[in-house]
């Protein structure tokens, strides 16, 4: 199942990355000045600011492209917005706009914009001069301007505060110049500001086909599993399961073999349009510093495929997956941004937890809680903590003994893919149960 987007990350030192739980930063200093019709300055750099907001412009956040992308790997708009400024977008050097699509309205406060565009298309193709429009009628109407100005070439981490915050759905960036290279090029976008938290996707079952095969996905609340039926440009069959917040489904994706044989789980995002029409693949390179995979495939049918040949007898069962590797990943646990309260779409997977636990009186577990590294040690040891013994309090509530649970917040130690990037930090926030 290699994919359709196979980019080479640049070998460089990384000096800066996007994340998707943004640690506030000094500004950048001398950035130039916006257009006299709309006041927009660079943050100072002693500005208070929270020490996590979330990037509402990221694609592990929910963000996708509403125009389907077809054109060489480099040119992907979603480069831009990836969570990782060493694979950077590359486009003809003339003016073009690019819109995303947010899961749902928000007010944005505050711009940021990576443009060391050196590692590909010339720091010189970084993006000069652009405007930055929101809409919160369609992708390709009722536009209104947020911010217009300047972006100082190869500096990543370039913060505007927006004057007069306007709530959309849709931004679109207007890229007006560049530095005097061949290309346009941007390494990364970012928007922070108010949004309400996520709203479950509740119709993305279904088959999603392409050149490579088909995706035949199936939900159950807040769990996704399903399986990857090659044709045409593809030969390796796979399954996955795991769990989906809003529209974005984090899930394990493991290949098998002519033989039937698994290969080891890869992390893996799919994110799915909100009009149900469209879900998004990705996955992060061995680097750990940018995407090894991306397909943009279109749902052909609402009903999922039934799985078929080395697929169709894969147990992906919380049961079947402790019984064979002591150890199981449990997406689909929901918690409010930053806190660890469990969010009510969440009641399926702990209901079947606690199924699992009375179909099997013998069993105790340990329950873990793993955050990304953003935040700091002391508090991701805290949240993680707390988010454990949250899951571990609704267990017992529904008639599990304490003596069979273990709470145990294990922080950032333990990631399952890099922190480099917003995709792999989002695969990092998870439970795991370890039967004891």
Same mark, same amino acid.
Not at 383 to 393: E, G, I, M, T
């Given at each position: 199942?290699?994919?359709?987007?196979?980019?080479?990350?640049?070998?460089?030192?990384?000096?800066?990355?996007?994340?998707?739980?943004?640690?506030?930063?000094?500004?950048?200093?001398?950035?130039?000045?916006?257009?006299?019709?709309?006041?927009?300055?660079?943050?100072?750099?002693?500005?208070?600011?929270?020490?996590?907001?979330?990037?509402?412009?990221?694609?592990?956040?929910?963000?996708?492209?509403?125009?389907?992308?077809?054109?060489?790997?480099?040119?992907?708009?979603?480069?831009?917005?990836?969570?990782?400024?060493?694979?950077?977008?590359?486009?003809?050097?003339?003016?073009?706009?690019?819109?995303?699509?947010?899961?749902?309205?928000?007010?944005?406060?505050?711009?940021?914009?990576?443009?060391? !565009?050196?590692?590909? %298309?010339?720091?010189?193709?970084?993006?000069?001069? &652009?405007? =930055? $429009?929101?809409?919160?009628?369609? +992708?390709?109407?009722?536009?209104?301007?947020?911010?217009?100005?300047?972006?100082?070439?190869?500096?990543?981490?370039?913060?505007?505060?927006?004057?007069?915050?306007?709530?959309?759905?849709?931004?679109?960036?207007?890229?007006?110049?560049?530095?005097?290279?061949?290309?346009?090029?941007?390494?990364?976008?970012?928007?922070?500001?108010?949004?309400?938290?996520?709203?479950?996707?509740?119709?993305?079952?279904?088959?999603?086909?392409?050149?490579?095969?088909?995706?035949?996905?199936?939900?159950?609340?807040?769990?996704?599993?399903?399986?990857?039926?090659?044709?045409?440009?593809?030969?390796?069959?796979? !399954?996955?399961?795991? %769990?989906?917040?809003?529209?974005?489904?984090?899930? &394990?994706? =493991? $290949?098998?073999?002519?033989?039937? +044989?698994?290969?080891?789980?890869?992390?893996?995002?799919?994110?799915?349009?909100?009009?149900?029409?469209?879900?998004?693949?990705?996955?992060?390179?061995?680097?750990?510093?940018?995407?090894?995979?991306?397909?943009?495939?279109?749902?052909?049918?609402?009903?999922?495929?039934?799985?078929?040949?080395?697929?169709?007898?894969?147990?992906?069962?919380?049961?079947?997956?402790?019984?064979?590797?002591?150890?199981?990943?449990?997406?689909?646990?929901?918690?409010?941004?930053?806190?660890?309260?469990?969010?009510?779409?969440?009641?399926?997977?702990?209901?079947?937890?606690?199924?699992?636990?009375?179909?099997?009186?013998?069993?105790?577990?340990?329950?873990?809680?793993?955050?990304?590294?953003?935040?700091?040690?002391?508090?991701?040891?805290?949240?993680?903590?707390?988010?454990?013994?949250?899951?571990?309090?609704?267990?017992?509530?529904?008639?599990?003994?304490?003596?069979?649970?273990?709470?145990?917040?294990?922080?950032?130690?333990?990631?399952?893919?890099?922190?480099?990037?917003?995709?792999?930090?989002?695969?990092?926030?998870?439970?795991?149960?370890?039967?004891?």
């Amino acid at each position: 199942m290699r994919a359709i987007v196979t980019i080479v990350a640049c070998l460089c030192t990384l000096t800066a990355c996007s994340r998707q739980q943004q640690t506030a930063a000094p500004a950048t200093p001398a950035m130039a000045a916006a257009k006299p019709t709309q006041t927009i300055a660079p943050i100072a750099s002693s500005a208070a600011a929270p020490v996590v907001q979330p990037n509402l412009l990221s694609f592990a956040n929910g963000t996708i492209m509403p125009d389907h992308f077809e054109g060489e790997r480099v040119t992907a708009p979603i480069l831009m917005i990836d969570g990782s400024p060493v694979q950077n977008w590359v486009g003809d050097g003339k003016p073009q706009s690019f819109v995303f699509e947010l899961p749902q309205s928000a007010t944005i406060r505050t711009l940021e914009f990576d443009d060391d !565009t050196g590692g590909m %298309g010339g720091v010189d193709s970084g993006i000069r001069e &652009l405007t =930055v $429009e929101v809409s919160d009628s369609s +992708a390709s109407t009722g536009y209104r301007e947020i911010f217009t100005g300047s972006l100082e070439k190869g500096v990543n981490g370039q913060r505007f505060n927006v004057a007069k915050p306007l709530p959309g759905r849709w931004l679109r960036a207007n890229f007006k110049s560049n530095h005097g290279g061949e290309w346009f090029s941007l390494a990364e976008i970012r928007a922070f500001g108010d949004a309400p938290p996520p709203q479950l996707a509740t119709t993305i079952g279904g088959a999603y086909t392409s050149v490579w095969g088909s995706y035949n996905v199936v939900q159950h609340g807040t769990q996704i599993s399903g399986c990857f039926q090659p044709s045409g440009q593809s030969s390796q069959p796979g !399954t996955f399961s795991g %769990g989906i917040e809003g529209n974005v489904g984090k899930i &394990l994706y =493991v $290949e098998t073999d002519a033989d039937g +044989a698994p290969s080891k789980p890869t992390p893996a995002l799919l994110v799915f349009s909100r009009d149900g029409g469209r879900m998004f693949f990705a996955v992060v390179n061995a680097y750990g510093n940018g995407l090894d995979e991306f397909r943009d495939v279109p749902r052909t049918q609402p009903v999922a495929a039934a799985c078929k040949g080395n697929t169709a007898d894969v147990d992906t069962s919380l049961a079947g997956a402790l019984d064979k590797d002591g150890r199981v990943t449990v997406y689909g646990i929901n918690f409010d941004f930053n806190s660890a309260q469990i969010r009510p779409e969440s009641d399926g997977v702990l209901t079947q937890m606690v199924d699992m636990l009375k179909a099997k009186p013998e069993l105790a577990i340990r329950i873990e809680g793993h955050t990304d590294d953003i935040g700091g040690d002391a508090f991701n040891q805290a949240l993680s903590d707390k988010r454990a013994n949250a899951v571990k309090a609704r267990l017992m509530s529904a008639g599990i003994a304490d003596d069979r649970l273990q709470a145990v917040g294990k922080g950032a130690v333990a990631p399952i893919a890099s922190n480099a990037t917003d995709i792999g930090r989002a695969q990092n926030r998870r439970v795991e149960l370890v039967k004891q």
